[in-house]
């Protein structure tokens, strides 16, 4: 105890203290780079607050290195400095050449900052996100048909860029996709990873239409590697559910008496005809189940 405390003891008081400060300030230099590390350190996050962070640093340091060499003249002051320049301006580059390697194109940048950025998800994230649906925007042309009924398997997620798709079952309106909505949330939900299924509705196109599509196994691996992924979509899945069940909620109504209350692949309600209106209507369950089938060539009209 006595040699540590001999240690501390040497370590803090053999240095002489400042009995006199001096007079006169630092150069212009010095200041200058004070200034640069207080502005540096009030940097933000992500890949541009990184930039902003290392090239005020990298400047300060560079400063520093310069005040060092030319007023104080100590080979150490400036050697310090001068490698803690050129560790920021190597985290600079590097940092600039990651912004560089996640450009995307106009479609995809529009649909980051549209859905993916307000819930604060990077871009590297995005990035695999993006690579996983092959960096491609699929296009639907006009009438013709995103998935039939009773014949489209049901092996894809996607989402609508742009356009418009209605949405009907045995010929009947149920609702519209809109941009930024998934088509096909409600069958994605409704299977398990190893489960098959088909299309119970029809998806058209109203208009030219622009979407996204990821292959569901190659989803599923992306979900198996970054469980932050599995979790983003779970939650963008469940919301787009929740709009689609809202926009039935006593909106869709049929001749006969019918009315469809939820669209699901496998299984939506039919009311049987009405009874007087201070009784409400008893209400059946019909489940559909259909067998899995290849996927088509490619799309096709939904009148042929």
Known sequence: MGENGSFWESLIYAHPTCTTWKQEA?????????????????????FFGLLYVFSLLGLGFLCSSVWAW???????IFSWNFVLFTICFIQFIYVTYQVRSVAFDKEFQELYSALFQPLGISLTVYRKIVLCCDAEVITLEKEHCYAMQG???????????SGRIRVTVDGEFLHYIFPLQFLDSPEWDSLRPTEEGIFQVTLTAETDCRYVAWRRKKLYLLFAKHRFISRLFS???????????YALNDRVHVGQGFRYDIRLP???HVALPETPPLQPPPRSHRLQRGSPRRQPAGLTNCGS
């Not at 630092?26 to 640069?36: C, M």
């Not at 014949?151 to 860029?161: A, H």
């Open 266 to 268: 496998n299984f939506y």
């Open 70 to 76: 030319l007023d104080v003249c100590a080979a150490d």
């Open 26 to 46: 630092e150069g212009s230099i010095y200041h200058l780079a004070s200034i640069f590390f207080v502005v540096g350190f009030m940097g933000g996050s992500g």
């Open 235 to 245: 939650i963008l899945i469940g919301s787009d559910i929740a709009e689609k069940l």
């Open 151 to 161: 014949k489209t398997p049901i092996d894809k997620l996607s989402l609508l860029v």
